[in-house]
């Protein structure tokens, strides 16, 4: 008899911990996610030592507010791969999402190999890296990294740190949510959060005036965020997957970087197994 196909999507019971509630537009990116993690560990076990990272954990349990059932979040799937990684890099800032995702991993998953931080994403990644396992092999690490922020609240330079390693990244591009939503208030001059996020603080001089028409901003915004990472050596051949509410309206985007083939192959995959796939701009 064949074996059952590893689902992403885990429903669990209420355990009385924290949990955070996510439209029913997230399960798809839990499914990226989840395969991703899926194809990789099964793809390159055996040949480097494998971490994964999550530097915005959240609470492990996530309740999908229409229909009310609750799931796995992003780094309880990672740990629940058929293939497991050989090591977790959990972080998140807020103390009571951490301590309910602690509690979780150490009930759910009590035999992996995890390294605990309740910091800013911003400041604590330098650390983290310091701080992961020394193999007692002669294997290579590769670190897949899921960034998931509700906002533009990612620093490039903590991608810049990233890129120092083998690291693979996942991220969510809160281009419409954060990006567009509050453009007034980014173009004000004391805001920092543009600057911060593209790695440029002169990004304003590449607009004319405060008027920045919606469609022209968000692109912006990912074509900066490109260009920087493919001055780092990733690779820009995959396309970014939208996760639209409805049918029509794009939230936000999920973003891969790889800087090897093997990585882009792996998402390219991925991808195709979703039949909602829509091109960016
Ligand atoms: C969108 S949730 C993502 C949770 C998780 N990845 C999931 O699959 O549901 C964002 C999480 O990031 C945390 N967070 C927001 N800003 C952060 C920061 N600067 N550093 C670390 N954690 C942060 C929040 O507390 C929240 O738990």
Same mark, same amino acid.
């Given at each position: 008899?064949?074996?059952?196909?590893?689902?992403?999507?885990?429903?669990?019971?209420?355990?009385?911990?924290? /949990?955070?509630?996510?439209?029913?537009?997230a399960q798809k990116k839990f499914k990226l996610?989840?395969?991703?993690?899926?194809?990789?560990?099964?793809?390159?076990?055996?040949?480097?030592?494998?971490?994964?990272?999550?530097?915005?954990?959240?609470?492990?349990? /996530?309740?999908?507010?229409?229909?009310?059932?609750?799931?796995?979040?992003?780094?309880?799937?990672?740990?629940?791969?058929?293939?497991?990684?050989?090591?977790?890099?959990?972080?998140?800032?807020?103390?009571?999402?951490?301590?309910?995702?602690?509690?979780? /991993?150490?009930?759910?998953?009590?035999?992996?190999?995890?390294?605990?931080?309740?910091?800013?994403?911003?400041?604590? /990644?330098?650390?983290?890296?310091?701080?992961?396992?020394?193999?007692?092999?002669?294997?290579?690490?590769?670190? @897949?990294?899921?960034?998931?922020?509700?906002?533009?609240?990612?620093?490039?330079?903590?991608?810049?740190?990233?890129?120092?390693?083998?690291?693979?990244?996942?991220?969510?591009?809160?281009?419409?949510?954060?990006?567009?939503?509050?453009?007034?208030?980014?173009?004000q001059p004391d805001h920092e959060r543009v600057?911060?996020?593209?790695?440029?603080?002169d990004w304003r001089s590449k607009f004319a005036?405060?008027?920045?028409?919606?469609?022209?901003?968000?692109?912006?915004?990912?074509?900066?965020?490109?260009?920087?990472?493919?001055?780092?050596?990733?690779?820009?051949?995959?396309?970014?997957?939208?996760?639209?509410?409805?049918?029509?309206?794009?939230?936000?985007?999920?973003?891969?970087?790889?800087?090897?083939?093997?990585?882009?192959? @792996? @998402?390219?995959?991925?991808?195709?197994?979703?039949?909602?796939?829509?091109?960016?701009?």
């Amino acid at each position: 008899m064949m074996a059952a196909k590893w689902d992403p999507i885990q429903y669990v019971e209420d355990d009385d911990l924290p /949990v955070m509630e996510i439209g029913p537009w997230a399960q798809k990116k839990f499914k990226l996610v989840g395969k991703y993690c899926d194809i990789f560990t099964k793809g390159m076990k055996g040949k480097w030592n494998l971490i994964y990272m999550d530097l915005f954990c959240g609470p492990g349990f /996530v309740r999908n507010k229409v229909s009310g059932q609750l799931m796995r979040n992003s780094a309880l799937i990672a740990m629940s791969t058929p293939v497991p990684f050989d090591h977790y890099i959990l972080n998140d800032f807020d103390r009571a999402a951490f301590e309910a995702m602690k509690a979780r /991993v150490d009930r759910l998953h009590p035999e992996l190999s995890v390294q605990y931080s309740c910091a800013d994403a911003n400041s604590c /990644v330098e650390e983290l890296l310091a701080g992961r396992p020394t193999f007692s092999n002669s294997k290579q690490t590769l670190t @897949f990294c899921f960034i998931d922020p509700f906002s533009l609240n990612l620093d490039f330079e903590t991608i810049r740190i990233l890129a120092k390693e083998k690291v693979d990244i996942l991220m969510l591009h809160a281009l419409q949510m954060d990006g567009n939503r509050n453009r007034g208030r980014y173009w004000q001059p004391d805001h920092e959060r543009v600057a911060r996020f593209t790695g440029n603080p002169d990004w304003r001089s590449k607009f004319a005036d405060d008027r920045i028409p919606v469609h022209s901003f968000c692109k912006f915004l990912a074509d900066e965020f490109d260009v920087n990472m493919k001055a780092l050596g990733y690779r820009l051949d995959t396309k970014k997957e939208p996760i639209s509410m409805g049918s029509r309206r794009i939230i936000y985007y999920l973003a891969f970087y790889s800087k090897h083939e093997r990585g882009s192959e @792996f @998402f390219g995959k991925i991808q195709r197994g979703n039949n909602d796939q829509l091109e960016l701009f």
